[in-house]
C-alpha cells in the first residue's frame, strides 16, 4: 500500500471511529442474534469445493487483511 492510501484510509478510520464514539450510546450491549440462528443459516453437509481463497466459508469466518 502506498504511503499517500494508507494516510487516506487513516483518516477515514480515524473518522469512523470518532462517529462511532459519538453515537456509542446509541448501540445495543448485548447482541441481537438469537442463539442458533447462524447455525441454523449454515448448510447442513460441509461445501466440496474451496473457494479462491483457500477455505470454503473463508468470507464468512475470516479476518480479510489486503
Not at 5 to 17: S, T
Amino acid at each position: 500500500m502506498e504511503k499517500e492510501m494508507f494516510r487516506q484510509y487513516g483518516y477515514k478510520f480515524v473518522d469512523w471511529l470518532t462517529d462511532y464514539f459519538e453515537e456509542i450510546e446509541e448501540y445495543p450491549v448485548l447482541s441481537p442474534v438469537k442463539p442458533g440462528s447462524v447455525l441454523n443459516q449454515l448448510p447442513e453437509k460441509p461445501l466440496s469445493e474451496v473457494d479462491a481463497r483457500g477455505g470454503g466459508v473463508c468470507g464468512f469466518f475470516c479476518v480479510q487483511s489486503p
